[in-house]
């Protein structure tokens, strides 16, 4: 049985920092691309990062550029995301998501890419 659990979420105030994490179970962790994605209430999900199978290749959203950084321990089947000085427009769940990376779309975003995905970890970052 697949799970991807995240955690690491919480409240900040603007200007902090907070590292979320993904435990992956149930496949072979490094053969799949990874992302994170978010959605803040009355908005559609949209993705924030996202990294190759093997963690060398990194892709991010504009708004979070030079801001958030993604990366991942195959050893340890986990997948992380920091993420530093935070805004409030950063407020939204966050969701950890896997992906067959030969099937392509994966480096942009595209959702119908992610076969597999967690059930998401609140963040909540106050003015």
């Known amino acids: 049985q697949v799970q991807l659990v995240e955690s690491g979420g919480g409240s900040v105030q603007a200007g902090g920092s907070l590292r979320l994490s993904c435990v992956v179970s149930g496949y072979t962790h490094n053969t799949y691309c990874m992302a994170w994605f978010r959605q803040a209430p009355g908005k559609e999900r949209e993705g924030v990062a996202s990294?190759?199978?093997?963690?060398?290749?990194?892709y991010y959203a504009d708004s979070v550029k030079g801001r958030f950084t993604i990366s991942r321990d195959n050893a340890k089947n986990r997948l992380y995301l920091q993420m530093n000085s935070l805004k409030p427009e950063d407020t939204a769940m966050y969701y950890c998501?896997?992906?067959?990376?030969?099937?392509?779309?994966?480096?942009?975003?595209?959702?119908?890419?992610?076969?597999?995905w967690g059930q998401g970890t609140q963040v909540t970052v106050s003015s």
């Open positions: 998501a896997a992906a067959l990376c030969f099937l392509g779309g994966w480096r942009q975003f595209e959702q119908t890419a992610y076969r597999y």
């Open positions: 990294v190759s199978a093997g963690g060398g290749s990194t």
